[in-house]
């Protein structure tokens, strides 16, 4: 073989090797660097969702304990109330532990200081649910529903509304980084491309293969990304709604349930404490008498002759005289005092915490003064009076029916001695 045959040859074949030395070289070097990209970034992402899990588990959270104090300020049973308090507790440990996980993750300074407004606004949150809790402690259910409502179901809806700020920028982050992902993969492969440009047709021809593969991909990715987007946001459309159909419906339920037990514990007619919720609250009253050494007393009051007013003027005008009765007798009472309709013409009444006897006497006149004053039901003037049985505790008895019995038997001594009048127990 001629040497320049031979020159050709090896020239040639240094040429190729030269050739798929760089091409190689170029191609190791270009994958190296996309997939280092590629595991930086789905680190990144990785991180990012993990801290968005946390996130959403601290906001379900949130929302898990403004639950638990709305039904709270609903319940009156002390051990059912110690139940859904130690459950809220819980709550705020599950809480506190998805926090701690949260801060220890690769964190950026626009989301510690998202994470440092939302610890302020939680620590108002918490500072007002304890106040929530303390209202129930002390039997003020009512108030701790309007403070609820009032001020702390706003402030942890602003707790909530940080955390999705928080959630809303780690959506932002992740769209950034696959933007950044797509630049730094084009990077890489107009490095490639540079290399490969040096190398014979072949590799210009395996380049162009190649950039067309990526430029494929990219537009796959991007079509991806776009649907992705569409995706996402029908997915928000869809959660706002169900949350507010959730809402509504909880609204509704909770609504409901207030009516039925408003139904099961009061008199539908006067709208007082029935016979049974009575005997619920004096029964919690004796207790609170007995823990704190103070006296009570047991009112039994009877409408005289109302079965003639019935039979006169009929059972409606007979309910209209029994609603006016009640409301005479109650705007009589403080607030502290219990009154219920037992039955037919029959009230009870629970003066709590007396300071002097003589303040019975006074009461029993001023409630006999009260409904003895004449009334108007439609165009009829009615007069009616009452009888009223007192008994005291713990003089009389430690219990409802002991000192419902004597309160009773000291009404009908009444009756039999001319009505319109009281008696306490012997």
Same mark, same amino acid.
């Given at each position: 073989?001629?040497?320049?045959? =031979?020159?050709?040859?090896?020239?040639?074949?240094?040429?190729?090797?030269?050739?798929?030395?760089?091409?190689?070289?170029?191609?190791?070097?270009?994958?190296?660097?996309?997939?280092?990209?590629?595991?930086?970034?789905?680190?990144?992402?990785?991180?990012?969702?993990?801290?968005?899990?946390?996130?959403?588990?601290?906001?379900?959270?949130?929302?898990?304990? $403004?639950? =638990?104090?709305?039904?709270?300020?609903?319940?009156?049973?002390?051990?059912?109330?110690?139940?859904?308090?130690?459950?809220?507790?819980?709550?705020?440990?599950?809480?506190?532990?998805?926090?701690?996980?949260?801060?220890?993750?690769?964190?950026?300074?626009? #989301?510690?200081?998202?994470?440092?407004?939302?610890?302020?606004?939680?620590?108002?949150?918490?500072?007002?649910?304890?106040?929530?809790?303390?209202?129930?402690?002390?039997?003020?259910?009512?108030?701790?529903?309007?403070?609820?409502?009032?001020?702390?179901?706003?402030?942890?809806?602003?707790?909530?509304?940080?955390?999705?700020?928080?959630?809303?920028?780690?959506?932002?982050?992740?769209?950034?980084?696959?933007? #950044?992902?797509?630049?730094?993969? =084009?990077?890489?492969?107009?490095?490639?491309?540079?290399?490969?440009?040096?190398?014979?047709?072949?590799?210009?021809?395996?380049?162009?293969?190649?950039?067309?593969?990526?430029?494929?991909?990219?537009?796959?990715?991007?079509?991806?990304?776009?649907?992705?987007?569409?995706?996402?946001?029908?997915?928000?459309?869809?959660?706002?709604?169900?949350?507010?159909?959730?809402?509504?419906?909880?609204?509704?339920?909770?609504?409901?349930?207030?009516?039925?037990?408003?139904?099961?514990?009061?008199?539908?007619?006067?709208?007082?404490?029935?016979?049974?919720?009575?005997?619920?609250? +004096?029964?919690?009253?004796?207790?609170?008498?007995?823990?704190?050494?103070?006296?009570?007393?047991? +009112?039994?009051?009877?409408?005289?002759?109302?079965?003639?007013?019935?039979?006169?003027?009929?059972?409606?005008?007979?309910?209209?005289?029994? $609603?006016?009765?009640?409301?005479?007798?109650?705007?009589?009472?403080?607030?502290?005092?219990?009154?219920?309709?037992?039955?037919?013409?029959?009230?009870?009444?629970?003066?709590?915490?007396?300071?002097?006897?003589?303040?019975?006497?006074?009461?029993?006149?001023?409630?006999?003064?009260?409904?003895?004053?004449?009334?108007?039901?439609?165009?009829?003037?009615? =007069?009616?009076?009452?009888?009223?049985?007192?008994?005291?505790?713990?003089?009389?008895?430690?219990?409802?029916?002991?000192? +419902?019995?004597?309160?009773?038997?000291?009404?009908?001594?009444?009756?039999?001695?001319?009505?319109?009048?009281?008696?306490?127990?012997?």
């Amino acid at each position: 073989m001629p040497l320049d045959s =031979k020159k050709a040859r090896l020239l040639l074949l240094f040429s190729f090797s030269f050739i798929i030395v760089l091409t190689l070289l170029s191609n190791i070097l270009g994958f190296k660097h996309l997939k280092t990209v590629q595991n930086d970034i789905n680190q990144i992402i990785e991180t990012q969702n993990t801290q968005t899990a946390f996130m959403n588990k601290m906001r379900s959270l949130a929302r898990e304990r $403004v639950i =638990k104090l709305q039904s709270l300020t609903n319940e009156y049973d002390p051990f059912e109330q110690d139940n859904i308090i130690s459950q809220f507790h819980e709550l705020g440990g599950l809480f506190l532990e998805n926090r701690e996980l949260l801060m220890i993750t690769n964190l950026t300074e626009d #989301e510690l200081t998202l994470l440092k407004l939302q610890r302020g606004v939680a620590r108002n949150v918490v500072a007002s649910q304890y106040r929530v809790i303390k209202l129930i402690k002390e039997g003020k259910n009512e108030q701790s529903s309007r403070f609820l409502m009032s001020y702390t179901i706003p402030a942890q809806n602003e707790n909530i509304s940080l955390m999705d700020q928080f959630i809303l920028y780690q959506n932002h982050q992740n769209l950034f980084l696959k933007s #950044e992902a797509q630049k730094k993969i =084009k990077s890489a492969s107009e490095t490639v491309l540079l290399l490969s440009s040096f190398t014979i047709i072949l590799t210009i021809i395996v380049a162009a293969i190649v950039i067309r593969n990526i430029t494929s991909m990219l537009k796959i990715q991007s079509q991806s990304i776009a649907k992705h987007k569409i995706i996402e946001k029908k997915l928000a459309e869809a959660q706002e709604i169900l949350e507010v159909k959730v809402e509504q419906r909880t609204k509704d339920l909770q609504k409901a349930n207030k009516e039925l037990q408003y139904r099961a514990d009061h008199d539908p007619l006067t709208g007082l404490a029935n016979r049974r919720l009575f005997n619920e609250l +004096l029964s919690h009253e004796i207790n609170k008498a007995e823990r704190n050494h103070y006296s009570l007393a047991i +009112l039994y009051v009877n409408l005289d002759d109302f079965k003639a007013i019935n039979n006169t003027l009929g059972h409606a005008m007979g309910d209209k005289l029994l $609603v006016n009765v009640s409301k005479r007798l109650k705007s009589s009472l403080r607030k502290e005092d219990l009154i219920a309709r037992l039955g037919g013409d029959e009230f009870s009444i629970c003066y709590t915490n007396i300071k002097h006897p003589e303040d019975i006497v006074l009461l029993c006149q001023i409630l006999i003064n009260k409904v003895s004053q004449p009334m108007f039901l439609d165009k009829h003037q009615c =007069k009616i009076s009452i009888s009223i049985g007192v008994s005291l505790y713990p003089e009389h008895g430690k219990n409802y029916d002991t000192l +419902l019995r004597v309160a009773d038997n000291s009404m009908f001594q009444v009756k039999k001695q001319g009505k319109n009048n009281f008696a306490i127990g012997d």
